[in-house]
Structure formats: structure tokens, C-alpha cells
């Protein structure tokens, strides 16, 4: 009964490589985020989803592309991959919605450590 | 730009005393302001959360206090126990952003 789920867990790459992480909730949520967390533990909001449609992007180098084929789903790629990539990707989610409440308390994916090599 | 500026970075307490985390934003847009504990390894997990036309909110040995005039909030827990030792974060923000603190490393010493 896993709220949110990423794939994979763990990433190690090799500099320069493609890669995509995938995330997937089942709590009918109409939200969906990326989060970056380094190694200072900074959680820095990438991209918000809002039923399929991208709200929000933070400065985000082009090299990361969202992707969200259904409200359920929000998949990251990654090209031409930096060491400075290297960290800790969360995948989130919530109700959303214009008032605030406990609708808009964040679900938070595993994780996916990604290692830059 | 928004920002949230957490404070301590790292604080250290006996157990059964108490922590206190303050955290102050910029956006006055802001208007929800959630907590969040991070253990080792591990996905955030909300503890606790405010909205902005609410001053203060306790559940068991938590609570938040909010001032919108200073854009101030702060994180309240008594009687602390090993267990609450983690990575804690403020955020703030509306629908569909949230700016997160820099962190608070508490560490319960038994």
C-alpha cells in the first residue's frame, strides 16, 4: 500500500550518461513534485505538477526534463549527466488546491540516491 | 528571491528537555507552513503543520507558533526523547511550492 513510490532506489553513473527516475503515486493526488537534496541536506524544490501540467520550474538546467503522462505519474530524465548531479532526488505529492489546509501536506517518494561518477 | 532561514543548524539537548527550531520566510504570500523530520536515510515525514490565520497549534509534545507580522514560525517539542533525534525542516509557501529551511540536526543525548 505504498503511497509513493521512485524507481530505483540507488543510481550510479557515469559522467556524461542519460538517465530517467521514475515516480508513481496512488493517493489521487493532483500534485506532484521534484526535490533535490545534496549532501548539506538543502531540499530545493525543481518542478511542481499540477494534473499533468507543469506550474512550476525553479531554475532547473534544460538537461532535466519532467515528464508526467498521467496525474499518477511524474518521471524525471536526466541528460548528459554532471557531477554536481550527484545527490539525493525526492519525488512528492499532494492534494493541492487554492486553500490552505492539511490537503497540502507533501507525500514524500524513497528517494533516489544518484551517484556521478 | 524566497527564502526560509532556519536556525540552529545543529542543536543538542538532554533528553526530557525541550528544543526549540525558529524559522522566518520572506514570501508574505505565504500561507501554509508545515514541519517536516527526516530520520537517517529517510523520506521526509510531516509532524506537524499551520496555516496562516491560526497563531498556534500543538499535537502531544509538539508545537508551532506563528507570527505573520514577523513572518516568524517556530517548532516547540517537550520533553524530548532519543528518538526525536533527526534532521528537522520548516517550509512555507501556497499550493503548489513550498520553500524549505536549511535543517536542523537535533540530537536527544540520553
Known amino acids: 500500500d505504498t503511497a509513493v513510490s521512485q524507481t530505483p532506489k540507488y543510481l550510479v553513473t557515469q559522467m556524461g550518461n542519460d538517465k530517467s527516475i521514475k515516480c508513481e503515486q496512488n493517493?489521487?493526488?493532483?500534485?506532484m513534485y521534484w526535490y533535490k537534496q545534496d549532501s548539506k541536506k538543502f531540499l530545493k524544490i525543481m518542478f511542481s505538477?499540477?494534473?499533468?501540467?507543469?506550474?512550476i520550474n525553479e531554475t532547473v538546467p534544460n538537461r532535466f526534463s519532467p515528464k508526467s503522462p498521467d496525474k499518477a505519474h511524474l518521471n524525471l530524465h536526466i541528460n548528459s549527466l554532471e557531477l554536481g548531479d550527484s545527490a539525493v532526488y525526492f519525488c512528492?505529492?499532494?492534494?493541492?488546491?487554492?486553500?490552505?489546509?492539511?490537503?497540502?501536506?507533501?507525500?514524500f517518494g524513497p528517494g533516489t540516491r544518484l551517484t556521478v561518477l | 528571491g524566497e527564502n526560509v532561514e532556519q536556525h540552529p543548524s545543529t542543536l543538542s539537548v538532554q533528553e526530557g528537555d525541550s528544543a526549540v527550531i525558529k524559522c522566518t520566510y520572506s514570501?508574505?504570500?505565504?500561507?501554509?507552513f508545515p514541519w517536516y523530520k527526516q530520520e537517517l536515510g529517510k523520506r521526509p515525514q510531516l509532524i506537524i503543520d499551520?496555516?496562516?490565520?491560526?497563531g498556534e497549534k500543538k499535537d502531544q509534545r509538539i508545537a508551532v507558533t506563528l507570527n505573520k507580522t514577523a513572518k516568524h514560525f517556530s517548532l516547540h517539542i517537550t520533553e524530548t526523547q532519543p528518538e526525536d533525534s533527526a534532521v528537522y525542516f520548516c517550509?512555507?509557501?501556497?499550493?503548489?511550492?513550498?520553500?524549505f529551511g536549511t535543517g536542523t540536526r537535533l540530537k536527544v543525548l540520553a
Open positions: 505538477y499540477n494534473n499533468k501540467e507543469l506550474i
Open positions: 514570501d508574505s504570500a505565504s500561507n501554509y
Open positions: 512528492a505529492s499532494s492534494q493541492g488546491g487554492t486553500v490552505p489546509s492539511s490537503y497540502n501536506e507533501q507525500f
Open positions: 499551520i496555516r496562516s490565520n491560526v
Open positions: 517550509a512555507a509557501g501556497g499550493t503548489y511550492k513550498y520553500i
Open positions: 493517493l489521487g493526488h493532483d500534485t
